[in-house]
């Protein structure tokens, strides 16, 4: 693993963690529904990097395409 791929989990993860924490706090404060929004957008951009990871490592055009066109949909 090199470090361009460390990089990227950790970021992942940074964001699945900020994630988690703001759908806890909406669960405690439903009435708030900004910290839905901010869960479900730590959540995009954490499925994003995924996304973008197995893009650089793809191996043809064709994967590199069908990885693109998955990569829209958490937008």
């Known amino acids: 693993m090199n470090w361009i791929d460390a990089s990227w989990t950790v970021m992942a993860a940074a964001c699945l963690t900020l994630a988690s924490i703001h759908l806890l706090v909406w669960n405690n404060q439903r009435s ?3 910290h839905l929004a901010f869960a479900v957008a730590g ?3 954490a499925i994003t990097g995924f996304f973008e990871l197995l893009m650089m490592h793809a191996a043809s055009a064709e994967q590199f395409a ?3 066109r998955w990569a829209h949909v958490p937008f």
């Open 32 to 34: 708030d529904r900004a």
């Open 43 to 45: 959540l995009s951009v």
């Open 66 to 68: 069908d990885l693109l």
